[in-house]
């Protein structure tokens, strides 16, 4: 018999039921409308499929917080959810950079809402140019009586790939390979924590197989970084558990690195930076 679209198989209704009750965060304030149609969709499953289904649901969480750091509020979320429902221009009063400078006023086309790793932002159209904004260093957000100029058929995940990858991407940045002894016992711990800065875009996100540690003990591996000041930045707190083995322009600027901040936390006097080294601020 021909198959309807409405007859699901098995592995689709897992899929369906488990993928739609935890993989989207409740920031949004539609937690129990999801819950509510999530029971909808596996009353709708086939008898056959639904034991399945339910445990399927029961057996897949989505975490969408990184690593060590929880995500930061943001308290101007259901205005800006407004203005993209509504489709509406918004007023924003954003901090740029680390967030910590002063507002400034910003009249946003808005697009969509996109989550990654814990953080909202609001991708949109600012003075004719495609930007996104996170919505944690949001001041102040003000929905206004004008429809929202946006093209009515944008195509919201192109835009917001195009917008990644100029973040990622960021010209005159050079990328740079470098080699590191790593004590076993932390490795999984130094693969982790790194993982966001240590491969080059559009490159696998994991090795295709990490090499086993030596008679010492030690893993020698490459890992790939946008700048040398990334690869310290993220090695550094490691301390003796690894080794830059090369570039030796990498290996030089840690040392540096670390004997500033061994003399800033020594004495309390600060001799001048050698060359390349990162002086604290």
């Known amino acids: 018999p021909t198959r309807r679209s409405s007859d699901l198989t098995a592995a689709e209704s897992r899929a369906l039921v488990a993928m739609s009750g935890r993989a989207v965060p409740d920031d949004l304030g539609m937690g129990s409308a999801l819950a509510s149609a999530v029971h909808k969709l596996v009353a709708a499953v086939p008898a056959s499929h639904r034991p399945a289904a339910e445990a399927a649901r029961a057996r897949v969480l989505v975490d969408h917080a990184g690593w060590y750091r929880r995500p930061p509020s943001a308290p101007a979320l259901d205005v800006v959810q407004q203005a993209v429902w509504e489709q509406r221009r918004v007023r924003l009063r954003y901090r740029s950079g680390s967030g910590?400078?002063?507002a400034r006023s910003v009249l946003v086309d808005p697009y969509g809402l996109v989550a990654k790793t814990?953080?909202?932002y609001l991708v949109g159209r600012h003075r004719g140019q495609e930007r996104?904004?996170?919505v944690d260093r949001v001041a102040h957000?003000?929905?206004?009586?004008?429809?929202?100029r946006a093209p009515a058929d944008?195509?919201?995940a192109a835009v917001w790939e195009r917008l990644r990858r100029q973040l990622e991407e960021p010209a005159g940045i050079v990328p740079v390979a470098v080699t590191v002894r790593v004590r076993d016992e932390v490795l999984d711990m130094v693969l982790?924590?790194?993982a966001a800065r240590r491969f080059l875009p559009g490159e696998d996100s994991e090795p295709e197989r990490v090499p086993s540690p030596d008679a010492l003990g030690w893993v020698t591996l490459t890992m790939r970084f946008r700048a040398e000041r990334a690869a310290v930045a993220a090695l550094m707190p490691f301390g003796g558990d690894i080794e830059i083995v090369a570039p030796e322009s990498a290996r030089k600027l840690l040392r540096d690195t670390a004997a500033t901040a061994v003399a800033r936390h020594t004495d309390g006097k600060l001799s001048q930076?050698?060359?390349g080294a990162a002086a604290p601020r």
Not at 141 to 148: E, I
């Open 154 to 156: 944008v195509d919201l």
């Open 100 to 102: 910590a400078g002063p």
């Open 141 to 148: 957000a003000t929905v206004l009586d004008q429809p929202s």
């Open 132 to 134: 996104m904004w996170r």
């Open 192 to 194: 982790r924590v790194t």
């Open 273 to 275: 930076p050698q060359d």
């Open 118 to 120: 814990g953080l909202w």
